[in-house]
């Protein structure tokens, strides 16, 4: 099976290409779009309505044509944006790129995208594309958005906990703006701006000075799906006006299975065969739960293939999955070689708003890795439960995008006839802590009073209000505390870490603390094959701590940082990226994982290695590429002091003790553990290296509920240490 990694894929996604014949299909192929034939109408409905929700079949153009012809109509006049928001980073990117190309202009220019650890725009962009996640960050810089003259929140069905965040708080700037149009500058840029802010529950993050541009156009507001139930978002905005793009691009033929299947993973494979031998050529589409699923079936496609007739031996699997850093995702957007079929193993992250060439058939076999937090117990539970109505639609959409296609689900008809329509908001089944801060930072202080579209339950938000509160984040009033609950409300990462990182250059460690976070941001690091688990076990104990796990993850970040740097100062990227591929196969690394903790921590070098690709085959050599957001740059621009504790690494556990005290637990005679803050029995993942040290006393990263409680990233500390270090939680416990 040819490899992704020595590629004979050619690169064409995203580039602009000169080729008027390509150029020429592109128009036609956009003027036959459904959308194309309402372009008018929809441009009119924006303009008489400030909020607008757009449902249409998926493919029908809603995504990538929308905001164009928004631009076209002089939405963007002023130097105002038109910011599209996706649940999902690989959709920003990839549709960005589309329609940059489709624009016929340079991506980052006028149109661009901006994710997490990743900004492709600059100041003449006018259509970007980005995470609903980073627009809520936007926001705490820019609470009323001044920038945009519209908002499309895409792909609005899936309710991510972001998504509904960010259309509680657009409801507010749309208010906010409105408000303040009918204002006079002169009186707007004083304290009456201020308060009406304040009064709509948004307030300035510096309130606006003299002379500054206080009148700000309304703020449009479009909320769009394949498979969105209309009525609920129109309610909750008012009466807000729904309209439907009729028409698909291209037809879907869907089939069940007649009897309801025991193994999916099994029938999954089945299928791709079967496909592949009789089927018509076209690319292959298969939904998995998981890494780990990915990864067993990818193997399993390889023990198989051999066992077939040798001119069928032409089949090529890519994984694309969430944490998989992006230049690897991007691989699965690429042709495969010529004579292959290729065959997609993703998760739902495929699921919706992305095109992929090539694709005509999809598997699904009907479920879907889902969180799930029980606020009383502080347990988040990974489980694998059936799709949504609404998911089983998007996924059968990704067949019919270039042609008529065909979806095969794994369940039979009447599975799906019982389904849901759609899924449970992940606002309802999540630590909110994150999502609080952020409110918080924003001004938003009554949380329990947020107009939210589906409120949580008040336990979810009291448990997680306490947690910030412990965290130092919040006052006794539950107001953001300064400094602490605003430095931490600036980090991008969950506000256990962030408190570690600010904690961290107290007690000399920050540069440990930036690795453990880094790595742990990632899928595990280790990579162990079903068939050398042994080998796996005894390179792995060349890193393991007897401290425990982030000493552990540290050690394997640092000996790749020296093995690298050792002779190795001159070697050509590609050569150091051969080295490390290496050094990470010898060493049962998991090369993917270590890239991206080392793209997260520093260096961003994967990223811009494959930009700086596209930038080249483009025949362009001004690409501005900005990685700003890295959490080492954050972590300076906040002033904190970057050291190292060197050997001395009771520092950092101790630190450990002190940002993770919600998180340690106490060995029981019976060598299990119980969680002091929530008093849930635990135990040790069997993974970690102190699995079986069994330690009297330690932190951990994280509580999952698989078949059995397990906290994961254990390190061993001194119970003192927790009245020592977190006096105001241990003091109260006594
Ligand atoms: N990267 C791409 N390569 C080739 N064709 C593409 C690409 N992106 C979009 N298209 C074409 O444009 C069509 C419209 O895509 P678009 O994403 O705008 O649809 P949509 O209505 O938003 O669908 P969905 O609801 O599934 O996101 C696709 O069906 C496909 O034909």
């Not at 002379?211 to 309304?218: I, M, S, W």
């Not at 690319?283 to 051999?306: A, C, H």
């Not at 448990?463 to 509160?469: M, N, T, V």
């Amino acid at each position: 099976m040819p490899s992704m990694a020595n590629s004979h894929y050619k690169q064409t996604n995203g580039t602009i290409s000169n080729n008027d014949s390509r150029r020429q299909k592109i128009l036609e192929q956009r003027k036959s779009l459904p959308i194309a034939a309402v372009e008018k109408r929809l441009v009119e409905e924006v303009r008489n309505n400030h909020t607008l929700i757009i449902v249409g079949e998926t493919g029908s153009g809603k995504t990538t044509q929308l905001p164009q012809y928004l631009f076209k109509a002089g939405f963007c006049h002023d130097g105002k944006l038109v910011g599209v928001t996706q649940p999902r980073r690989v959709a920003a990117v990839t549709v960005a790129k589309r329609v940059a190309e489709e624009s016929g202009v340079q991506l980052g220019q006028r149109v661009g995208y901006s994710v997490r650890f990743d900004d492709m725009t600059c100041g003449s962009t006018r259509i970007k594309y980005m995470t609903d996640g980073l627009l809520l960050r936007e926001a705490l810089l820019d609470p009323r958005l001044s920038r945009y003259s519209v908002i499309v929140v895409d792909e609005a069905h899936e309710r991510t906990v972001h998504t509904d965040v960010l259309l509680g708080l657009l409801k507010n700037v749309q208010k906010a703006r409105s408000q303040s149009a009918n204002e006079s500058v002169g009186r707007a840029n004083s304290n009456n701006d201020t308060n009406l802010e304040k009064a709509n529950g948004v307030q300035m993050a510096s309130p606006l000075k003299q002379g500054q541009v206080a009148k700000l156009p309304p703020l449009r507001l479009i909320i769009m799906s394949a498979s969105l139930d209309a009525r609920i978002f129109s309610e909750y905005f008012g009466g807000a006006k729904a309209v439907h793009v009729q028409g698909r691009q291209f037809p879907v033929d869907v089939f069940y299975t007649l009897h309801a299947e025991t193994d999916y993973v099994e029938a999954a494979m089945v299928t791709i065969f079967q496909i592949h031998l009789e089927e018509a050529p076209g690319d292959i589409l298969v939904f998995l739960t998981g890494q780990e699923e990915i990864e067993s079936v990818e193997g399993l496609v390889r023990d198989k293939l051999p066992q077939l007739p040798e001119g069928n031996r032409n089949i090529v699997t890519v994984p694309i999955y969430a944490s998989l850093p992006s230049e690897q995702q991007m691989k699965a957007f690429m042709p495969a070689p010529d004579g292959f079929r290729k065959v997609i193993l993703a998760t739902n992250i495929a699921e919706t708003s992305v095109t992929i060439p090539g694709i005509k058939y999809v598997v699904d076999p009907g479920v879907v890795k889902a969180r799930n937090y029980n606020p009383r117990t502080g347990i988040e539970s990974l489980s694998i439960i059936p799709t949504s109505k609404a998911q089983a639609l998007q996924r059968s959409g990704r067949a019919g995008r270039e042609g008529p296609g065909k979806c095969f689900r794994l369940y039979t008809e009447r599975e799906f006839e019982k389904l849901a329509d759609s899924t449970v908001p992940e606002i309802k089944r999540c630590n909110l802590s994150n999502v609080i801060l952020q409110l918080k930072a924003l001004g938003i202080d009554d949380i329990i009073g947020f107009d939210f579209m589906e409120k949580p339950s008040r336990m979810a938000i009291v448990k997680s209000l306490e947690e910030l509160f412990l965290l130092g984040a919040l006052t006794e009033e539950y107001k953001l505390s300064d400094p602490i609950g605003n430095q931490m409300a600036k980090l991008p990462l969950d506000p256990i870490y962030s408190k570690a990182l600010i904690l961290s250059s107290q007690f000399n460690c920050l540069e440990e603390m930036l690795i453990a976070v880094s790595v742990l941001s990632v899928e595990s690091i280790f990579f162990t094959p079903r068939e050398k688990q042994e080998e796996a076990r005894t390179a792995i104990k060349r890193f393991s701590s007897p401290e425990g796990d982030h000493i552990t993850l540290i050690n394997v970040y640092k000996s790749c940082d020296e093995f690298l740097e050792s002779g190795n100062a001159n070697s050509s990227k590609e050569k150091t990226f051969k080295n490390m591929k290496k050094w990470c196969k010898e060493n049962f690394v998991n090369g993917r994982s270590l890239r991206h903790a080392r793209d997260v921590h520093r260096y961003g070098s994967s990223l811009k290695a494959y930009c700086e690709r596209t930038d080249a085959l483009s025949g362009s050599n001004n690409l501005k590429i900005i990685c700003l957001s890295q959490i080492r740059d954050h972590v300076k621009q906040m002033g904190l002091r970057i050291a190292s504790c060197g050997e001395d690494m009771l520092l950092f556990r101790r630190c450990l003790a002190a940002s993770f005290f919600l998180n340690a637990a106490l060995k029981q005679p019976d060598g299990t553990y119980r969680a002091l803050a929530s008093s849930q029995m635990v135990q040790i993942h069997p993974t970690s290296v102190l699995f079986r040290a069994k330690p009297d006393c330690i932190i951990f990263n994280e509580l999952v509920r698989t078949n059995q409680n397990y906290i994961r990233d254990v390190t061993r500390i001194d119970p003192m240490w927790l009245t020592e270090l977190a006096p105001h939680f241990y003091a109260r416990q006594d």
